[in-house]
């Protein structure tokens, strides 16, 4: 999709902010955001349709407004998506009994329990199953020139662009996919660029991007 | 079930615009009051969450990784070869860390992360993102023009040194071991753990400082 979150290379946004609290939560309601999407995400959504509905926010407010209110209102947009919640819920702040009948039973988990399982989190996307490289390490590649209309992960400044593969990771979940609903894997390498390849002043530069990116984004290049 | 349909999720994004209030802390607390009330969620859970990651894990954690690395090259090799098993040695293992890879800092070689399309980071070994690594500003210029974002953040870079950008657009997530600093050859790793910074880790920070008013 090509929209306002992928904003590698875009100009205008001014010098960045370095200064700032080492604190994890610089208001109440962030670190309560953090909670709601670590143990309350709407059911049956996958990672992909999550960072699909957050790229959806409408421009103004994706670059406006605070980081975790952004997750807050895609958290929204995927629960009113899934017909478990409502815009006139929100409005009125009164719970209409229709929608989320039968609601999975959260459970209450207490920090002791968390710090001790804590691994459990580190998700994997990785297929089981061993499959084999297409690229060798080295190997020179093109990327696709064009996206999609849907999520993908592939950025626009990488488009069309020639590069390296840099390392194998195996087949990893394909996002573009995921965010449709439909689970499939696909081998994923990280592919090394000359930055003045993705950028024209670069030139001269000893800079080398790195991007981590699906087979189907990449063909092989024979000189 | 969730239909995963863009257009929708527009309309949607458009209603909550109009109807959500302006207040970022009214919004959340809109979302968790509907959510609890309608048993999706247990507050003790979330206040759990708040908790984890206030207090318990941070970037303290990353430090005694990389002070670990300094000092012992058999986890240094496996810490690079298979990050994830090397890190759940030290319990570090957990969120968006299970495909977690390892770029080392040399006198020729600088690391930068950046996430360009979200805000990808690897959340149970330096805990939440600063807030300067979710803004625009970083994400738009880190993978364009790396050497003025590392000015910014005090860096000066020589020509002859080459900076490597990692934009995490996959499940990958990127820990920065930076080098060590000259003059640090005490093996006490709490000590050594104490000289990393969370910057440096992520890479915008390459010159780590010794404490000369520190006791080693």
């Known amino acids: 999709m090509d929209g306002i979150h992928d904003l590698g290379g875009k100009e205008g946004f001014g010098p960045i902010e370095v200064d700032e609290d080492h604190v994890a939560f610089q208001h109440s309601w962030e670190g309560r955001e953090w909670g709601i999407s670590r143990c309350a995400r709407a059911p049956h959504i996958s990672i992909d349709w999550w960072r699909h509905c957050r790229e959806l926010i409408q421009a103004e407010d994706y670059l406006n407004r605070p980081y975790f209110d952004s997750w807050a209102q895609t958290d929204l947009s995927t629960y009113i998506n899934a017909d478990m919640l409502s815009i006139e819920e929100i409005k009125t702040g009164k719970v209409d009994p229709s929608l989320a009948k039968n609601p999975p039973v959260p459970i209450k988990l207490n920090l002791e329990y968390l710090l001790k399982n804590h691994r459990e989190n580190a998700a994997r996307f990785d297929c089981p199953n061993v499959r084999e490289s297409f690229f060798e390490i080295d190997q020179l590649v093109a990327t696709n020139r064009n996206g999609h209309c849907g999520h993908t992960r592939l950025p626009q400044y990488a488009r069309g662009r020639y590069g390296v593969i840099y390392k194998y990771h195996g087949a990893h979940v394909f996002p573009d996919l995921s965010a449709k609903g439909i689970k499939t894997y696909q081998n994923l390498y990280s592919v090394g660029f000359d930055a003045a390849e993705l950028w024209p002043e670069a030139e001269g530069r000893r800079d080398r991007i790195y991007l981590d990116l699906w087979e189907s984004y990449l063909t092989k290049v024979i000189l | ?216």
């Not at chain 2, 880190?142 to 050497?147: D, E, K, W």
């Open chain 2, 1 to 216: 079930m969730s239909k995963f349909d863009p257009l929708k999720v527009t309309e949607i994004h458009q209603h909550l615009h109009t109807h959500l209030p302006s207040d970022s802390a009214l919004r959340v607390k809109a979302l968790e009051s509907l959510l609890v009330e309608k048993g999706l969620v247990k507050s003790e859970t979330i206040d759990a969450w708040v908790e984890l990651y206030s207090d318990q894990i941070g970037p303290k954690r990353g430090s005694e990784i990389v002070a670990l690395a300094w000092s012992d090259a058999e986890f240094k090799n496996r810490l690079m070869n298979d990050a994830p098993a090397a890190i759940d040695e030290l319990g570090f293992l957990g969120t968006a860390t299970g495909h977690l890879q390892v770029v080392e800092n040399t006198p020729l070689v600088h690391n930068l992360v950046v996430c360009t399309l979200c805000s990808c980071y690897p959340f149970s070994i330096l805990g939440i993102a600063p807030v300067w690594y979710k803004t625009a500003a970083y994400r738009s210029r880190a993978v364009r023009n790396p050497r003025s974002v590392l000015n910014e953040f005090g860096v000066e870079i020589d020509d002859s040194i080459e900076v490597r950008v990692w934009d995490s657009t996959a499940e990958l997530r990127y820990l920065v071991l930076p080098q060590k600093p000259e003059g640090s050859e005490s093996t006490d790793l709490k000590w050594l753990a104490s000289l990393v910074t969370r910057n440096s880790m992520i890479g915008t920070e390459r010159y780590l400082k010794i404490n000369s008013n520190r006791d080693i």
